[in-house]
């Protein structure tokens, strides 16, 4: 089949979205699909995806404490999307948090394919949850042929007035790649326990609550260390903090390569994961799953898809900073973490996108 996986961000930033959508369109590819990516025009040279296709321009809007990417198509790109589209006859279309305007609407209005749609957010209020995206989501199953959920609770959210099927196919990982892009040395020579904390900086994030944790922690172990990956609107807030109680030992890296991601991931004796809502899943606990390093953090609806019965020493409820801490502390001792780090390697297994793809595929050859 020839297929399109349209991507309503900003191909060049890090991105749960976009990864899920470079790893579907790899494994598809393996399956024998011809696959090509639609997305917003915006930063097209430092993409290094060859089969990505640039349409509309995009601007980035803060609303609801994180950062929202609104892109459309205007004058001579939209009529090159329209082109592009009629040239191509894709036979479908799959769309990746389909309700970000402007561009899926877009690609959704000009295109005559089947149309299968995975939903991948969870709402920041209860009131957008309860009402606006559920009263959304069913206006926008009318024109789609199939429609996927990445888990049970995302797709509570979008089925409450709806008799739609939803297919529950959860975000899948590459552990071959992570395999072959993870240094194998451990290359620290330090005798620091490091804390690794990786993702945008805003408030459902969590970032404060880590440092605030690792504050605490610093007086009680003094040769821990926090390493802190990611950028964003709440860099300021966390500068300042470090500086206001004259913290030591934080490392503040900004955004870094897939390589160094996993680099941290490996050496660290800790992954933190304090998001405090507004989780659909939980990709980045695959990612430390995968390489073996344990991990602390609240169980949000979202973390809850992924976190099991052995690995809930890690987790507080959401906000409970003191739990937090605990759990923290929890992991402290080797044994505990070598136990966590083996059933992480051995659980993640069923997420490898491998299985997952198949999953998809199945879809496709529904319609």
Same mark, same amino acid.
């Given at each position: 089949?020839?297929?399109?996986? +349209?991507?309503?961000?900003? $191909?060049?930033?890090?991105?749960? @979205?976009? #990864?899920?959508?470079? !790893?579907? =369109?790899?494994?598809?590819?393996?399956?024998?699909?011809?696959?090509?990516?639609?997305?917003?025009?915006?930063?097209?040279?430092?993409?290094?995806?060859?089969?990505?296709?640039?349409?509309?321009?995009?601007?980035?809007?803060?609303?609801?404490?994180?950062?929202?990417?609104?892109?459309?198509?205007?004058?001579?790109?939209?009529?090159?999307?329209?082109?592009?589209?009629?040239?191509?006859?894709?036979?479908?279309?799959?769309?990746?948090?389909?309700?970000?305007?402007?561009?899926?609407?877009?690609?959704?209005?000009?295109?005559?394919?089947?149309?299968?749609?995975?939903?991948?957010?969870?709402?920041?209020?209860?009131?957008?949850?309860?009402?606006?995206?559920?009263? +959304?989501?069913?206006?926008? $199953?009318?024109?789609?042929?199939? @429609?996927? #959920?990445?888990?049970? !609770?995302? =797709?509570?959210?979008?089925?409450?007035?709806?008799?739609?099927?939803?297919?529950?196919?959860?975000?899948?990982?590459?552990?071959?790649?992570?395999?072959?892009?993870?240094?194998?040395?451990?290359?620290?020579?330090?005798?620091?326990?490091?804390?690794?904390?990786?993702?945008?900086?805003?408030?459902?994030?969590?970032?404060?609550?880590?440092?605030?944790?690792?504050?605490?922690?610093?007086?009680?172990?003094?040769?821990?260390?926090?390493?802190?990956?990611?950028?964003?609107?709440?860099?300021?807030?966390?500068?300042?903090?470090?500086?206001?109680?004259?913290?030591?030992?934080?490392?503040?890296?900004?955004?870094?390569?897939?390589?160094?991601?996993?680099?941290?991931?490996?050496?660290?004796?800790?992954?933190?994961?304090?998001?405090?809502?507004?989780?659909?899943?939980?990709?980045?606990?695959?990612?430390?799953?995968?390489?073996?390093?344990?991990?602390?953090?609240?169980?949000?609806?979202?973390?809850?898809?992924?976190?099991?019965?052995?690995?809930?020493?890690?987790?507080?409820?959401?906000?409970?900073?003191?739990?937090?801490?605990?759990?923290?502390?929890?992991?402290?001792?080797?044994?505990?973490?070598?136990?966590?780090?083996?059933?992480?390697?051995?659980?993640?297994?069923?997420?490898?996108?491998?299985?997952?793809?198949?999953?998809?595929?199945?879809?496709?050859?529904?319609?």
């Amino acid at each position: 089949m020839k297929i399109a996986l +349209v991507c309503p961000y900003d $191909f060049s930033r890090p991105g749960g @979205v976009k #990864s899920h959508i470079v !790893s579907l =369109s790899k494994h598809l590819t393996m399956i024998g699909h011809e696959v090509k990516i639609i997305a917003p025009n915006i930063n097209t040279k430092s993409v290094e995806e060859k089969n990505v296709h640039f349409f509309a321009s995009s601007r980035s809007l803060n609303i609801g404490g994180t950062k929202i990417d609104v892109n459309i198509a205007l004058k001579e790109e939209k009529k090159g999307l329209k082109k592009f589209l009629e040239e191509e006859n894709f036979d479908i279309i799959h769309y990746h948090t389909i309700w970000n305007p402007f561009l899926p609407f877009q690609v959704l209005r000009y295109s005559k394919a089947k149309q299968v749609a995975t939903f991948h957010d969870t709402p920041k209020s209860a009131f957008v949850g309860k009402w606006i995206m559920p009263t +959304v989501a069913k206006g926008i $199953f009318r024109f789609l042929d199939q @429609v996927i #959920s990445v888990s049970k !609770s995302q =797709s509570t959210f979008i089925s409450r007035f709806s008799k739609r099927k939803i297919h529950i196919i959860p975000n899948g990982i590459d552990l071959t790649e992570i395999d072959e892009i993870t240094p194998k040395e451990n290359t620290r020579n330090d005798e620091f326990f490091q804390l690794f904390f990786m993702g945008r900086l805003e408030p459902r994030k969590g970032v404060m609550h880590a440092l605030q944790a690792f504050q605490k922690l610093k007086m009680k172990y003094p040769q821990m260390k926090l390493v802190i990956a990611g950028d964003g609107d709440g860099r300021k807030e966390v500068e300042n903090y470090i500086s206001t109680y004259h913290l030591k030992d934080v490392e503040m890296l900004g955004f870094v390569s897939e390589q160094e991601k996993f680099r941290l991931l490996r050496e660290s004796e800790v992954y933190l994961a304090p998001a405090l809502y507004g989780e659909s899943f939980g990709i980045v606990l695959l990612e430390a799953m995968a390489v073996g390093t344990p991990i602390a953090g609240y169980a949000n609806s979202g973390y809850k898809n992924v976190i099991t019965r052995e690995m809930s020493i890690g987790f507080a409820e959401p906000g409970d900073i003191q739990k937090f801490i605990s759990c923290i502390e929890n992991l402290i001792p080797s044994t505990e973490r070598k136990k966590l780090a083996q059933h992480g390697i051995e659980e993640v297994k069923k997420y490898d996108w491998s299985e997952v793809s198949q999953k998809v595929n199945e879809v496709y050859e529904r319609v």
